[in-house]
């Protein structure tokens, strides 16, 4: 099958960040496989699709979430993250595969909508009788038809040794090395074309032993897979690592093996400047998730610092239960936002935000060869924004009109050369049925959580 789409802005985001006011892009199969100015030369059979009043850029790569919290929004809306934890733990007591199915297509539907085509997700509770939660999350990324990244995440440190979870959802560790050990050997696929790479990824240090953090990581590396946890979100994880451990969050997760080229964390918003000179001269990755750092006011990333120091940065949903939005794209506009809130006019560009949500992304996710950019050889993950209707109409820029307005409808999203999402349309699930099914579930979880 050839895809020839034409007419339009291009965005490459290659090595030198080519960019194209009418260009043409030409993929077959699961393949981009050719960029150019102008008209596309014309290939027997092959689809053409009329780019024109639109802009293509990379598929966006969601490096942050937990996709299980679709069913649980809304709930302690105004509180704290431990606040907020310690109200939702009981709630995410009850999931099962039904719940995480359900909740995973309604999260991923969402996104592919804004314009992801690759997503991360970080699981971590895993009830008793909850059944096989990896393989639930799986199925609905299979259905929706997004390219993968699951880590298969894990607490052990309950409430009666000092941690913050209740100690009915925490697991013991032998088990969980055991059970993220069977989800690699199961479903890892380490294929250039890869629609599927699982992680290892304790949850954080305030629910995880440093004994498995320790073990975790040896079996990541053993195993070949990347390294994924939560880290220096809030000032309140600053104080509890101070007062158990004598340090701060990050030389916590060093001494344990927690930093390289092969582990990414999530928020990352408390690091000090040698805390930042330190991610960056390891190679460690960063999944910046404004939306939910503002959400539940944890502060900000330091994301262009960050970046400077050279440590990949990508952009992250986080879970739903606290950015209730759910959208990537909307997380490249708050990435620009927040950090000029913080750091002045000229501290990120529009460009240098969609960079993250592409390169930056694709980087932090080990996958730079083959995802994040627009350029012969590389994987057919690519975004068509509508950016003609009144919304962004007379905006001469389009790169500033998708970034800066109000999110874009999508005209086409493919995912490994497949159309996913089509006049902002998601061909691949019914989002009706789907919206009553995730209500449905919702009630059921608060229902049971009462009980
Ligand atoms: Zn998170």
Not at 38 to 46: C, E, I, L, N
Not at 206 to 220: C, H, K, N, Q
Not at 223 to 236: I, Q
Not at 281 to 307: E, F, M, Q
Request: charge should be negative.
């Amino acid at each position: 099958m050839t895809v020839v789409v034409e007419g339009c802005a291009v965005v490459t985001m290659d090595a030198v960040r080519r960019e194209l006011s009418n260009g043409h892009v030409v993929v077959q199969g699961n393949r981009i496989v050719a960029v150019g100015d102008g008209a596309a030369p014309s290939y027997d059979g092959a689809r053409v699709v009329d780019g024109h009043g639109c802009l293509l850029t990379p598929g966006l790569v969601n490096t942050h979430n937990h996709l299980y919290q679709w069913v649980t929004r809304g709930l302690a809306a105004d509180a704290t993250l431990f606040d907020w934890l310690t109200t939702l733990y009981p709630v995410w007591a009850g999931i099962d595969e039904e719940a995480v199915n359900v909740a995973a297509q309604g999260a991923l539907a969402r996104l592919a909508r804004t314009g992801c085509t690759t997503s991360s997700d970080h699981h971590y509770v895993f009830p008793r009788d909850g059944g096989d939660l990896f393989a639930a999350e799986i199925a609905a990324a299979e259905s929706v038809g997004l390219r993968f990244h699951p880590a298969r995440g894990s607490m052990d440190l309950g409430r009666k040794d000092g941690g913050l979870p209740p100690d009915d959802v925490v697991e013991d560790r032998d088990a969980v090395l055991a059970a993220t050990e069977a989800a690699i050997d199961r479903w890892h696929d380490p294929a250039f074309d890869s629609m599927l790479r699982v992680a290892v990824a304790p949850c954080s240090p305030f629910s995880v032993t440093g004994d498995l953090m320790r073990e975790a990581a040896a079996l990541a590396r053993r195993k070949g897979v990347r390294l994924h946890t939560h880290l220096a979100e809030t000032t309140d994880e600053d104080v509890f690592c101070r007062e158990r451990f004598g340090c701060s969050p990050l030389e916590y997760a060093d001494s344990l093996g927690w930093t390289g080229d092969d582990v990414w964390l999530a928020h990352g918003t408390h690091f000090d400047d040698r805390e930042v000179k330190r991610i960056g001269t390891t190679g460690t990755g960063v999944a910046h998730c404004p939306s939910s750092n503002a959400r539940l006011g944890a502060g900000i990333a330091r994301a262009a610092d960050l970046r400077t120091a050279g440590a990949p940065v990508g952009l992250g949903v986080d879970g739903a239960a606290s950015n209730e939005a759910g959208s990537l794209i909307e997380e490249v506009r708050h990435a620009v936002l927040f950090a000029r809130a913080t750091g002045g006019p000229e501290a990120m560009t529009v460009r240098d935000a969609l960079e993250m949500a592409t390169v930056g992304g694709a980087e932090v996710l080990g996958r730079r060869d083959a995802i994040g950019s627009i350029e012969p050889g590389k994987l057919a993950d690519l975004a068509l924004w509508r950016m003609d209707t009144p919304a962004h109409a007379g905006i001469t820029d389009p790169v500033a009109a998708l970034v800066l307005g109000t999110p874009p409808p999508l005209e086409l999203l493919l995912v490994d050369g497949r159309p996913v999402v089509e006049r902002d349309t998601v061909l691949t699930v019914d989002e009706h049925a789907l919206a009553a099914r995730v209500a449905v579930v919702h009630e059921t979880l608060l229902r049971k959580a009462r009980r």
